[in-house]
């Protein structure tokens, strides 16, 4: 048995200036910054055997400052990015002349195909997060403790369907806010189970499928 331990990234000046980012990236702010370090704060007794992170700026960024005075191997994974959305990267949320896309990404996930923006599906992105996090768990051994820095959707991605939380329901609460923790309880031998959402307990969730 092995522990995932999934870290979102901090602040970044596109999240603050609600710009969609995707495949495309922006440096932490300030906040960001202060927000890791108060993870690497919460970690610091995790005797981590490895970390894997996306290879975007801010996701680099992040596992630095976490592993900022420990010698532990660092290796980019590209299936650890974010969602690519596409046209829609780098623009503001509230852009009238991609309402109808946002409209269906955020309120409407169920319905979203990424046709119009050449995106990844919601389908696409989770598969490809299960399998590089299998691979990740099934490359080491147990006992160990995996850090893997990532981004929101991503991780709600592999999170969600562990606790049966339906694609209309992508977005709800708990939010994976910046810099959150959320631990995965990875056994070959048998589902992998959630223990923590984002510093929600999971018998804290609601796990039925509508």
């Known amino acids: 048995m092995s522990l995932l331990y999934l870290v979102r990234h901090g602040q970044t000046e596109y999240n603050a200036n609600k710009i969609v980012q995707g495949h495309c990236d922006s440096p932490l702010t300030d906040l960001g910054v202060k927000q890791v370090k108060e993870t690497a704060a919460k970690l610091k007794d995790i005797e981590f055997s490895i970390c894997y992170h996306s290879p975007l700026g801010r996701t680099v960024k992040t596992s630095e ?3 900022e005075h420990r010698d ?6 590209d299936n650890l990015k974010e969602i690519n959305l596409g046209t829609l990267e780098g623009k503001n949320f509230f852009d009238v002349k991609y309402a109808t896309e946002f409209e269906l990404f955020w309120r409407y996930p169920e319905k979203y195909t990424a046709e119009s923006n050449n995106g990844e599906t919601y389908d696409a992105l989770e598969k490809r997060i299960y399998e590089c996090c299998k691979e990740i768990a099934d490359n080491h051994g147990k006992d160990e403790s995996i850090l893997i820095v990532s981004h929101g959707a991503a991780i709600r ?3 969600n ?3 049966n939380k339906p694609r209309n329901s992508f977005w709800s ?3 994976v806010s910046p810099a959150s923790i959320s631990i995965v ?3 070959p031998d048998s589902k992998p189970k959630l223990i923590s959402y984002a510093g929600h307990a999971a018998n804290t969730l609601t796990t039925n499928r509508n």
């Open 161 to 163: 369907p562990l606790i």
């Open 173 to 175: 609460e708990p939010d």
């Open 185 to 187: 309880e990875w056994n």
């Open 65 to 67: 400052l976490i592993l």
């Open 72 to 77: 532990i191997t660092k290796i980019p994974k």
């Open 157 to 159: 991605s592999f999170l």
